[in-house]
């Protein structure tokens, strides 16, 4: 398998530009997730990786070979479309086997090496039917075993889950990172839903209208993102943001939210603006007796061990996740307290995090 990289690449479609110098590095064997809106740009990233678009300025390295402007069968990539692309003439062996018949091998090598893959991908026992009457979890095991039997330096895979429904993406989600630990094949997978990218990746890339805007780990881009906009994408719910007020110097440890002072890590930059935007994850706010922000419950939805308390404040509405064992009924006020060094403070015209003890904590973790 292959480190792929891309440096500073961009793609306009006339004054449309759908990537913005953008420079990913795909680790060697790593299952590396780009995530984001519909047209922020990572499916032309993909394509652009596949060779099925051509840049408009950038490099791309495979394997350190630079690919950029080789055709997409120059570059020994495999690609899994989000809607099978399968041959319906030919049945579920002819389909897996068809680019090593393309490529002339042995017919005894073809053989063993459809078999082993349809093993892999618990299908040998259809290696006889037509593809036309299977399931669409089937179809999509044998659209990831055409591409897997080819043994290629990396694999592309653009929402290959998207046709499914909820129960089978849930089942394949399982199953693809099961089959990616076995194969160890270097993986982009291209994806809007970000379920899909914490339960399966090694490292996700967010991207925004063209621009990637954080790459790191499952945890890290939920614990520290890097701008409000993957805080609130990231999350369900979404991160809660209250408007502060007064600038923030260096080493400051609060802020103020309708009078009352919040607990903040400790800053390493200073905010010269009469307001800050202060993030919170629901589950890092607790119902107490003694909290510095007041207000109204608006909503409690029952989720098994855990309740989504919605509380309506001066400040805004507030979303707080806590044990199913905490009192809160419509209509009740209640105090909200904060966990102060989970909290992360943005900056309120860019969005950018402030840096702070949190990532600080991160760079020296």
């Known amino acids: 398998m292959a480190e792929i990289k891309i440096e500073n690449l961009q793609k306009a479609f006339g004054d449309f530009v759908a990537v913005r110098d953008s420079s990913i590095t795909v680790r060697d064997g790593e299952f590396f997730v780009m995530l984001g809106p519909s047209g922020c740009g990572k499916t032309t990233t993909l394509r652009m990786i596949a060779g099925l678009e051509m840049p408009t300025s950038g490099r791309i390295y495979l394997d350190g070979e630079d690919v950029t402007f080789k055709r997409g069968s120059q570059r020994d990539i495999a690609f899994v479309f989000q809607l099978f692309a399968l041959y319906p003439h030919m049945n579920v062996r002819r389909n897996i086997s068809f680019p090593l018949r393309m490529e002339g091998l042995p017919r005894r090598e073809v053989r063993a090496r459809t078999e082993e893959v349809a093993r892999m991908l618990r299908i040998d026992h259809l290696l006889g039917r037509s593809v036309n009457g299977l399931s669409s979890g089937d179809r999509q095991r044998v659209a990831l075993g055409r591409a897997i039997v080819r043994r290629a330096k990396a694999f592309l895979m653009d929402e290959p889950l998207g046709a499914l429904d909820a129960e089978f993406r849930e089942l394949m989600c399982g199953e693809l990172r099961l089959l990616h630990d076995r194969i160890r094949a270097t993986t982009v997978y291209v994806t809007h839903d970000q379920i899909e990218a914490m339960s399966m990746a090694d490292r996700i890339c967010v991207m925004d209208r063209g621009e990637v805007l954080q790459v790191g780990p499952p945890s890290e881009i939920y614990a520290r993102p890097a701008t409000r906009f993957v805080a609130a994408f990231i999350g369900s719910p979404s991160m809660n943001f209250l408007p502060s007020q007064g600038g923030l110097d260096v080493g400051a440890t609060s802020l103020r939210i309708n009078g009352a002072g919040?607990?903040?890590?400790?800053?390493?930059?200073?905010?010269?603006?009469?307001?800050?935007?202060?993030?919170?994850?629901?589950?890092?706010?607790?119902?107490?007796?003694?909290?510095?922000?007041k207000g109204r419950v608006f909503a409690v939805e029952y989720m098994g061990s855990r309740q989504l308390i919605t509380v309506d404040t001066?400040?805004?509405?507030?979303?707080?996740?806590?044990?199913?064992?905490?009192?809160?009924?419509?209509?009740?006020?209640?105090?909200?307290?904060?966990?102060?060094?989970?909290?992360?403070?943005?900056?309120?015209?860019?969005?950018?995090?402030l840096a702070s003890d949190l990532f600080a904590e991160a760079a020296h973790g």
């Open 262 to 293: 919040i607990a903040i890590p400790r800053l390493h930059e200073t905010l010269v603006h009469d307001s800050a935007i202060l993030g919170v994850r629901p589950e890092h706010i607790r119902i107490a007796e003694t909290g510095a922000l």
């Open 314 to 353: 001066d400040a805004g509405r507030v979303r707080v996740r806590a044990p199913n064992t905490v009192r809160a009924d419509f209509g009740e006020t209640v105090r909200l307290d904060f966990e102060s060094d989970r909290l992360i403070v943005f900056h309120p015209e860019t969005g950018r995090a």
